[in-house]
């Protein structure tokens, strides 16, 4: 909890300074919605091929702040819909509901850009679902998420805009689990593409 507290306070930080050193230069803060599709999985040693993909939804705000012409950094708050499907039972698997807190860096040429950053995501829902039955599994898996994002696209700092985004974890989202003197870790970690909209308010 320290380092999430951390995390975001300087992400806080920065976007504060990052705004006011741009007010100073007659620069450009731009606010801004999105909204889009995640094709997720689960990734790492333990997760082998019991999963296959699953599609959800991401969708929330952003500001995107220019440090320069070519630099801007976007603090975002996001929903997002992770999880994975059994591979032997496409009716069968597991879904997870993020409130994600991405920090990503830009770097613009003529509207395009690159972007790479860290990210936190707090999960506030998880379901095992089995056709029209789920069940809550919230326990299971560790409230806090830490990982990273990168992608490119196109916006502009008024109006609409496209992207594609790649979310990996660092760390593996499952509870470990102690029988006797053993305590076992499960080695999954999140994984997501998201392809989105951008409208941005300047």
């Not at 698997?93 to 991405?102: E, T």
């Amino acid at each position: 909890m320290k380092k999430t507290i951390l995390l975001l306070t300087l992400g806080l930080g920065l976007s504060t300074a990052a705004q006011a050193q741009y007010r100073g230069r007659g620069g450009n803060v731009s606010l801004g919605v999105k909204a889009g599709a995640s094709l997720t999985n689960f990734v790492g040693p333990d997760a082998g091929n019991r999963f296959a993909n699953r599609f959800g939804f991401n969708a929330g705000v952003f500001a995107n702040i220019g440090f320069a012409k070519l630099f801007a950094f976007q603090p975002e708050l996001l929903y997002s819909q992770k999880g994975a499907k059994y591979t032997n039972n496409s009716d069968a698997g597991i879904r997870l509901h993020y409130v994600d807190v991405p920090l990503a860096f830009h770097v613009n040429t003529d509207g395009f850009f690159f972007e790479a950053g860290p990210q936190v995501g707090f999960l506030v829902a998880a379901k095992a679902e089995s056709g029209s039955v789920s069940v809550d599994v919230k326990n299971s898996y560790k409230s806090v998420d830490f990982g990273y994002l990168a992608g490119l696209g196109y916006q502009l700092k008024h109006g609409l805009g496209v992207g594609l985004r790649y979310n990996g974890a660092f760390t593996s989202f499952p509870n470990s689990s102690t029988v006797g003197n053993v305590t076992v870790q499960p080695r999954q970690r999140n994984s997501a593409f998201q392809l989105y909209a951008t409208y941005s308010f300047n």
